[in-house]
């Protein structure tokens, strides 16, 4: 069965740095698209980041410059690493996957990510 496991997320002041890693339980090259999202109280889940098989990758214009979305094949490991935190990006972050048929895998728990003083 498949499913992805997020962490890394914390409690980190405004300005600061934390990496995001998601381990998936199928082989990586099984999937076409692999994306961060979050979803912060009160607000729906939004697309951050995403990576294709072939390495392009795309960022919501609210990360860009900030967050980079990579992948480690051979561990099947997908990472988000943010920097310059800003208290806006608190949120619950899950990551997720489309295979060739751009089918959505199964939602893991996520990972919190607060940004305060």
């Known amino acids: 069965q498949v499913r992805f496991v997020e962490s890394g997320g914390g409690l980190v002041q405004p300005g600061g740095s934390l990496r995001l890693s998601c381990a998936t339980s199928?082989?990586?090259?099984?999937?076409?698209?692999m994306a961060w999202y979050r979803q912060a109280p009160g607000k729906q889940r939004e697309l951050v980041a995403h990576?294709?098989?072939?390495?392009?990758?795309n960022y919501a214009d609210s990360v860009k410059g900030r967050f980079t979305i990579s992948r480690d094949n051979a561990k099947n490991t997908m990472y988000l690493q943010m920097n310059g935190l800003k208290p806006e990006d608190t949120a619950v972050y899950y990551c997720?996957?489309?295979?060739?048929?751009?089918?959505?895998?199964?939602w893991g728990q996520g990972t919190q990510v607060t940004v305060s003083s």
């Open positions: 997720n996957a489309r295979n060739l048929y751009l089918e959505l895998g199964p």
């Open positions: 990576i294709l098989s072939s390495g392009t990758t």
């Open positions: 199928k082989n990586i090259f099984s999937w076409y698209l």
